[in-house]
């Protein structure tokens, strides 16, 4: 019987690994992995198709991780089946492997719309390596690309494809890109930058058809428009979003909801088994409740809190929050908690914008709930500290929108209580 199991081998494996072995030197770990590659950052999977990154710099750890930690990887395996009651689990080579202590890192997959010919050549996800080195294999040929979706993921995907001279159009079906993360207004500036570069943005669309090439009806040659108009492409993304991987979970009696429910020590609701990353439901201290954090850093620390309790800790995850810091199309966009499209009822919406930036904070009383800075975003570490500690903002709200609103501008008392938390 292995002592520990983790299914999936992503960034909250090296976290639940960490936190292991911190407690537990011998036991044996044992990993499966449905990739090939050790962990590495999905995120920046854009850059390894523009070729900026090679597939060693774009890893988080490498085998000697493995190796110093004496785990056992089972690269290219896949998990079909669970039987919590007996312990084990069933590989898609009819292996079964028995535990002790499971962790589920299972990951979160695409979503794919029902959409007739998704199955051509030329159309692809950009959620993994797997995805982009299959992109690259047809680059040669690409001329015009449709990213289906305006999100994270399919305004990534435009960027990386912009870079290698491809004509990009984006179809998405809401009103403005990226409209889960940013305001109208804040969005605005990010597709100023995307129309400056040739992106084409069709909004309040989708997709109904991918159509072959009347030379090769098995290859991508245009798509069908929700209107009826028809796009000619050669390549189509589809970037429509991302749902948890909860089916090994639920098919063995493991409650869930839209991920895999786990308490505030990483476990579900069947002792011995844990979960952690994008295929759970971890604790939002902001809004007091669990729910999906699709964040690395969470991910990781999501690992190594269930990790910890698998060798029989009693470490409490501490929760986190929604947060996005990334650059698109050369503009940084930071934004944590609550943003203005999502803010809480009663709530009050501060912003100012001037060129190519926007901030905008949530009140709750006097309260920062949430925060979007565009463009600039050198005070983002503040504007967390104050929404990390619940900070009442009434002596300084004025401040807040001020381009030169710094640590400066706190009160003496609280500028102090900052410094000493900061050194303790």
């Avoid at 036991?27 to 499966?32: A, F, H, Q, S």
């Avoid at 996800?125 to 982009?132: A, C, I, Q």
């Avoid at 809401?174 to 409209?179: A, D, H, P, Q, V």
Wanted: net charge neutral; charged share 20%.
């Amino acid at each position: 019987m292995t002592k520990y199991l983790i299914i999936g081998g992503s960034i909250g494996t090296l976290g639940a690994i960490e936190g292991i072995r911190k407690l537990d030197l011998r036991g044996e770990i044992v990993v499966v992995s449905e990739e090939r590659q050790t962990p590495y950052s999905r995120p920046s999977i854009g850059k390894y198709l523009e070729g900026d990154l090679s597939e060693a710099s774009l890893g988080f750890g490498s085998s000697d991780f493995w190796a110093t930690n004496d785990v056992k990887v089972l690269h290219g395996s896949k998990a079909v089946s669970l039987d919590a009651e007996g312990k084990r689990v069933q590989l898609d080579d009819g292996r079964f492997l028995t535990f002790d202590k499971l962790l589920l890192a299972t990951g979160a997959k695409p979503i794919l719309p029902r959409i007739n010919g998704l199955e051509k050549v030329g159309v692809h996800t950009f959620s993994g390596l797997s995805d982009v080195q299959a992109i690259r294999g047809q680059l040669s040929r690409a001329h015009q690309a449709i990213v289906v979706g305006g999100g994270l993921i399919g305004v990534a995907a435009a960027e990386a494809l912009v870079n290698l001279k491809i004509e990009v159009a984006v179809v998405e079906l809401r009103n403005w890109l990226l409209s889960l993360l940013l305001s109208r207004d804040a969005a605005a500036i990010i597709e100023g930058a995307m129309r400056q570069r040739g992106v084409s943005i069709m909004t309040g669309l989708s997709v109904k058809e991918v159509e072959g090439r009347k030379d090769q009806p098995s290859e991508v040659g245009k798509v069908v428009l929700s209107d009826d108009s028809r796009v000619d492409c050669d390549l189509v993304i589809m970037a429509v979003g991302v749902t948890p991987r909860k089916e090994l979970a639920a098919q063995a009696g493991v409650k869930t909801n839209r991920g895999i429910l786990v308490d505030r020590f990483m476990e579900t609701s069947i002792q011995g088994i844990y979960a952690c990353g994008d295929a759970a439901e971890g604790y939002d201290f902001l809004e007091a409740k669990n729910q999906v954090l699709a964040l690395w850093p969470l991910a990781r620390l999501g690992g190594r809190v269930a990790g910890s309790n698998m060798a029989g800790g009693k470490t409490e995850y501490p929760g986190g929050i929604s947060m996005s810091a990334m650059r698109y199309f050369g503009i940084p966009v930071v934004s944590a908690g609550n943003g203005a499209q999502t803010a809480p009822e009663g709530s009050e919406i501060l912003s100012s914008s001037s060129k190519n930036a926007r901030r905008e904070i949530v009140l709750v009383g006097d309260r920062v709930v949430g925060f979007t800075l565009v463009g600039d975003v050198e005070p983002a570490g503040l504007f967390l500290n104050l929404l990390q500690t619940r900070t009442v903002v009434s002596a300084f709200r004025s401040t807040l929108l001020d381009p030169n609103f710094s640590f400066a501008n706190l009160p003496e008392s609280l500028r102090r209580r900052t410094l000493m938390e900061a050194w303790a």
